[in-house]
Every structure is written in structure tokens, then in C-alpha cells.
């Protein structure tokens, strides 16, 4: 026998002829069997809502097109540090003879991500790898580890622009310039696996004591690149010339990723040791937590959704959606609420299995509402009913659960923390519009 459902009808009516379909989406379809018959319509607010929070065990970052780096600490999240590593191969490997070395710099192109405190003055550390930046398997995840030299060959002191400036330029060292120089002028290197075997990349690291914010940078080869200039005597002047070592984005293998990694958060979160147990947010203060690039994510789940079965009569959904209210006080301007949330759907272990979408390829996503910001209604909506209809239907149980996480979760450090489902004021609620009709 099912479990009971305790409803609270905000609206009750009757209907003698059909009614239009719901239009939340563009996947419901409310059925045909409405004609001819006596209709009620309930709302429905007082399903029973699990949430947790859950983190991967790693998360692949090699497929990102955004360099990540930087630092700042978190009250929640603890220290949060990116870093990125990367191959580098010359675009050509011919120099005249009469050329003279002139000098070498490093050139990131911003791609107009970043996250938390631009005002702070951001270090970026250059180092040269000590070991081929290829995975042992197919990709680099957050947690992956590449061995460096701990000298740098280029530094940078700066204050991020990443929404007004280009482009950053950061002197490489002389040393390191004059050496490529000298091996490509004399063919003691004139193919890739020869320069792959000198120089294996570099990780650019953020500074030690570093608070700021995390910045992107695009890893297009015209947008991240080392450029060696040098020049030419001509009879009666002295030609400017370069070579290019652009990023490698070459198909062989992955020569790319972003390290993601923490350190000293919350209580809450250094519990969540395996992927496939969650924390309920029962037992951590009434609260769950996102955190894009390490893999935090909060699950939802609906476990009576099937007690709409003992309602009496023939019953289909009509309409939901889900509230999803943000803590108070847990975000502020450098700690930003990203503006959509996606979904995806989760199996018994935790592992994602697809992201929700419509039937034209969009994704289902909550978006962030602030019209009452002033009085702190702020909230996320996600309207739910094309899949909240498929639960209340499926003979299976498949879909154990939805997780929540920011776009792009793969390639950014977005976070988030929300209410459970025992606050009063402000917890996570699923308004359900549930239409029950009876045949003549």
C-alpha cells in the first residue's frame, strides 16, 4: 500500500470542458483524455523533498577550452587554488643564421571568465614541466599532477581586467629564450617530437599567499602562445622578426588541463570522502553545497512522488516547479549567483548519467530570480514537470536522483550554497499543479 500524501490545495475548481495545455515548456503534454469529463486541478506544495550533497571522486578538465588560474579562500569552500598545464610547440622551426636573439614573452588573451575578488592583485608563476604532459588514460581530471621545476622562467604581479582588458604579457626568461633560439638557428631541434623531448610545456601557478580571484584565459593558439623575437642585418637596416610556440591543440592526445583543488572547507564538506555516499542536508545544518571545477554537487530527490497515485481518480501532471533558495548571506558580490543552474540525472552510484534537456537539444535549467532582491526572495526556478511526470510514471528506478551544478561545471570554480528542506522560511520546495479528471 502506497505511503499517504498530505496535500495542501491553494486552488480548487471544477472544469465541464477540457483546458488548454501547459506551456512551461515545450515538452509537456498534459494528455488527450480531459474531454467529456469532470476535471479538478490542485496545487499541490508539500511533497516530501530530499537534498544532499555529494562530491566526485574527479572531474575531466583536459576538454575545457579556458585556461584556469588563480586563488582565494572561501568561508565555506576553504582555499580554493586552479592551476593549468600545457604542451607548447613552435609554429615553425627554421631561423636565419645572421639572426640575433632579442627576447621571449608569454601571451594569454582573456576569455572573460572569472570569480571572486578582481580588486586584489593576482601572481602568476611560470614554471617549465619536468615530465611529458600526456595522460596515462584518455584525459587529465581536476585532481591530476604533472612534476615541475620549482624555479620560475616568468612571473607576473597584476591586477585583473578581465572584462575590459586583451591581453597579458609576461616576460619569459633570457635564458630559456636565447637556449629555443640557439637549438631552432642551429637544427639541433627542426621537428616536434625532438622539441617535445626539450621542452615539455609549462603550469602556470598562482602566487603562494595569493586571495583574489580565479581568471580565464582562452586557450585558442592565437590567444595563448609564447612569441621569440629576434632580428636581421639587412645591407642598409635591421629587420623584426619572431617565431610563434602557440599552446598545442594538436589530436594526437590531451596536452592540456586545469588542476582544481581545495583546502580547509567546512566540516561538512571534508566528510564527503566517497562518491557514492551523500550528505544529507538533514546533518549539515539544513544546508548543501555546489562547487563547479572540484565536483560538489547538490542531489534532489522525490521519494513519495508515487503517493499522487492515491489520490482518487484518473491524475496527470500539469505543471511543476522546483524553488530552490540560496542561503542567505552565503553569496555576495565577489561570491556571486550564477544566473541558470542545469540538471542531471544521477544513478544509485552517484555517476551522471545524462543532462537534462528539452526535445529541441536546449538544457533544462533553474534560472535565478531577483525581483524581490531587496527583501531577500531570491530563488532559483526550475521548471520540472516534463520530468517530474516521468518519475511518476517509469517502471524502473533508474534515475535515483538530480544533481544540481552551475554551466560549465567542468571549467570553472562557481559555487553555491542552498537551503534543505526543513527551513520554514526558505526551503527547497517542488509546486506541483496536479490535474485529476474523472470519465463520464
Known amino acids: 500500500m502506497r505511503t499517504p500524501i498530505y496535500i495542501s490545495i491553494?486552488?480548487?475548481?471544477?472544469?465541464?470542458?477540457?483546458?488548454?495545455?501547459?506551456?512551461?515548456?515545450?515538452?509537456?503534454?498534459?494528455?488527450?483524455?480531459?474531454?467529456?469529463?469532470?476535471?479538478?486541478?490542485?496545487?499541490?506544495?508539500?511533497?516530501?523533498?530530499?537534498?544532499?550533497?555529494?562530491?566526485?571522486?574527479?572531474?575531466?578538465?583536459?576538454?575545457?577550452?579556458?585556461?584556469?588560474?588563480?586563488?582565494?579562500?572561501?568561508?565555506?569552500?576553504?582555499?580554493?587554488?586552479?592551476?593549468?598545464?600545457?604542451?607548447?610547440?613552435p609554429n615553425s622551426y627554421t631561423i636565419d643564421s645572421e639572426a640575433t636573439y632579442d627576447s621571449i614573452n608569454l601571451y594569454l588573451h582573456y576569455d572573460n571568465y572569472y570569480y571572486n575578488d578582481t580588486i586584489s592583485y593576482n601572481e602568476i608563476h611560470i614554471k617549465r614541466a619536468s615530465e611529458a604532459i600526456k595522460p596515462k588514460e584518455d584525459a587529465f581530471y581536476n585532481t591530476s599532477k604533472i612534476e615541475y621545476d620549482l624555479e620560475d622562467i616568468g612571473m607576473l604581479i597584476y591586477s585583473p581586467r578581465p572584462m575590459e582588458a586583451d591581453t597579458l604579457e609576461i616576460k619569459i626568461n633570457d635564458d630559456l629564450g636565447k637556449e629555443i633560439f640557439d637549438?631552432?638557428?642551429?637544427?639541433?631541434i627542426t621537428n616536434t617530437d625532438e622539441f617535445k623531448n626539450y621542452f615539455r610545456g609549462i603550469t602556470l601557478q598562482p602566487g603562494t599567499n595569493d586571495d583574489g580571484a580565479v581568471i580565464g584565459?582562452?586557450?585558442?593558439?592565437?590567444?595563448?602562445?609564447?612569441?621569440?623575437?629576434?632580428?636581421?642585418?639587412?645591407?642598409t637596416y635591421t629587420s623584426q622578426s619572431y617565431i610563434d610556440i602557440p599552446i598545442n591543440k594538436g589530436t594526437d592526445y590531451v596536452s592540456f588541463f586545469n588542476q582544481i583543488s581545495t583546502e580547509n572547507s567546512n566540516e561538512y564538506l571534508q566528510q564527503l570522502t566517497n562518491q557514492e555516499e551523500g550528505l544529507s542536508s538533514n546533518l549539515s545544518e539544513n544546508k548543501s553545497f555546489i562547487q563547479s571545477g572540484i565536483g560538489v554537487a547538490t542531489t534532489?530527490?522525490?521519494?513519495?512522488?508515487?503517493?499522487?497515485?492515491?489520490?482518487?481518480?484518473?491524475?496527470?501532471?500539469?505543471?511543476?516547479?522546483?524553488?530552490?533558495?540560496?542561503?542567505?548571506?552565503?553569496?555576495?558580490?565577489?561570491?556571486?549567483?550564477?544566473?541558470?543552474?542545469?540538471?542531471?540525472?544521477?544513478?544509485?552510484?552517484?555517476?551522471?548519467?545524462?543532462?537534462?534537456?528539452?526535445?529541441?537539444?536546449?538544457?533544462?535549467?533553474?534560472?535565478?530570480?531577483?525581483?524581490?532582491?531587496?527583501?531577500?526572495?531570491?530563488?532559483?526556478?526550475?521548471?520540472?514537470?516534463?520530468?517530474?511526470?516521468?518519475?511518476?510514471?517509469?517502471?524502473?528506478?533508474?534515475?535515483?536522483?538530480?544533481?544540481?551544478?552551475?554551466?560549465?561545471?567542468?571549467?570553472?570554480?562557481?559555487?553555491?550554497?542552498?537551503?534543505?528542506?526543513?527551513?520554514?522560511?526558505?526551503?527547497?520546495?517542488?509546486?506541483?499543479?496536479?490535474?485529476?479528471?474523472?470519465?463520464?
Open 10 to 89: 491553494l486552488t480548487l475548481f471544477f472544469l465541464c470542458s477540457c483546458t488548454d495545455d501547459s506551456s512551461y515548456d515545450p515538452d509537456f503534454n498534459a494528455g488527450n483524455s480531459f474531454a467529456n469529463s469532470q476535471i479538478r486541478v490542485i496545487e499541490i506544495d508539500t511533497l516530501t523533498i530530499e537534498t544532499a550533497t555529494i562530491k566526485f571522486d574527479s572531474l575531466i578538465t583536459s576538454n575545457s577550452n579556458r585556461i584556469l588560474v588563480g586563488k582565494y579562500t572561501d568561508p565555506e569552500f576553504g582555499n580554493v587554488k586552479t592551476a593549468s598545464f600545457f604542451e607548447m610547440l
Open 183 to 188: 637549438k631552432l638557428q642551429t637544427k639541433l
Open 217 to 235: 584565459f582562452s586557450t585558442e593558439t592565437t590567444s595563448c602562445y609564447m612569441r621569440l623575437y629576434y632580428s636581421v642585418e639587412e645591407d
Open 300 to 440: 534532489v530527490k522525490f521519494p513519495t512522488i508515487k503517493s499522487l497515485f492515491d489520490i482518487e481518480g484518473t491524475g496527470t501532471i500539469l505543471d511543476a516547479t522546483l524553488k530552490i533558495n540560496p542561503v542567505l548571506q552565503s553569496y555576495n558580490d565577489n561570491l556571486s549567483l550564477r544566473d541558470t543552474l542545469n540538471v542531471y540525472a544521477i544513478d544509485n552510484n552517484n555517476n551522471i548519467t545524462q543532462q537534462l534537456t528539452y526535445s529541441d537539444g536546449s538544457a533544462v535549467q533553474a534560472i535565478l530570480n531577483k525581483t524581490d532582491q531587496e527583501f531577500n526572495n531570491i530563488y532559483y526556478a526550475l521548471p520540472f514537470g516534463t520530468y517530474v511526470e516521468e518519475l511518476l510514471n517509469s517502471q524502473t528506478d533508474d534515475i535515483q536522483a538530480f544533481a544540481l551544478l552551475p554551466n560549465n561545471y567542468q571549467s570553472s570554480v562557481d559555487r553555491m550554497v542552498i537551503y534543505g528542506n526543513t527551513n520554514t522560511s526558505y526551503k527547497i520546495e517542488l509546486n506541483l499543479i496536479y490535474t485529476v479528471y474523472d470519465e463520464d
